[in-house]
């Protein structure tokens, strides 16, 4: 896990870099016991930067590890912090949101395959308004679509814009889609989870492992890859190990760069 993290670092990294963490530490191996952890601990480093948040009245203020160098993130493995979790917002300003997150959890039946068949629905209707999308896989069952903002707008909009989008989606394909928590509503279809982009939720990070017994990771997509997955119906062509990862960094850098620069401005209305 360690050499995973120090190999995958120059990729990973950027995605962190100046946002508060939360992560999930695993003591005892992924079939043990966890728990997240958002407060660092007392013991870290002197030279571990964090970030004290006041994330509302009934948390307080966090003191939140923030995973700027490769030092810090060797000492974050070395703590079986095998998932990453980073704020949607950076440090400098938690209240703006550098994206427009959807994370697509699909219930079974259904699999990452019917992800991707929404996830193209999500890029296709961003792209009526002249806006870019990204896709990358959860590294678990599902897959997430970021829009990059890199703007001024606050979780005031970009949280109730998230979930009409998700309405609209339901309307459109209620067979496919839904848009509401509630786990009944969910065997057979993909649940668009808006509620991501608010400002005391995570996403695992772009590259970050994921404590399952084979360790997969967060994948950056191309979307030519989305679209062959959804037209083939194999849900093993979006599974991929850490070496997998490392092996498509290596060859193709970072798919999922443009969106920590991009700038992007949100239409006024659906």
Request: aromatic share 8%; net charge negative.
């Amino acid at each position: 896990m360690i050499d995973y993290y120090a190999r995958i670092a120059p990729a990973l990294l950027p995605h962190l870099r100046d946002r508060p963490l939360t992560v999930v530490r695993y003591p005892d191996g992924v079939a043990g016991k966890h728990f997240f952890e958002k407060n660092s601990p007392a013991h870290r480093p002197d030279w571990v930067r964090t970030a004290a948040i006041e994330v509302g009245s009934r948390a307080g203020t966090i003191e939140f590890a923030v995973c700027d160098d490769l030092p810090t993130l060797v000492w974050l493995a070395q703590l079986a912090a095998i998932e990453l979790h980073p704020s949607l917002a950076t440090t400098a300003d938690y209240e703006r949101p550098t994206v427009l997150a959807f994370d697509l959890d699909p219930g079974a039946p259904a699999t990452i395959v019917e992800c991707c068949a929404v996830a193209l629905r999500i890029r296709a209707l961003f792209a009526g308004f002249g806006l870019e999308s990204f896709a990358k896989t959860s590294g678990s069952k599902g897959m997430q679509v970021y829009v990059p903002l890199n703007g001024d707008l606050t979780y005031e909009t970009t949280k109730p814009f998230s979930q009409a989008v998700a309405r609209a989606l339901e309307s459109s394909e209620p067979d496919l889609v839904t848009s509401q928590m509630t786990k009944s509503l969910r065997p057979g279809k993909v649940f668009v989870d808006w509620s991501q982009n608010t400002r005391t939720k995570t996403t695992v990070a772009a590259y970050s492992l994921r404590a399952r017994e084979l360790p997969t990771a967060s994948a950056p997509l191309r979307w030519d890859e989305v679209e062959r997955a959804g037209s083939d119906g194999d849900p093993e062509q979006l599974r991929f190990t850490a070496g997998d990862v490392l092996e498509r960094f290596e060859r193709d850098g970072d798919p999922f760069a443009p969106v920590l620069e991009l700038h992007q401005e949100l239409p006024s209305g659906l």
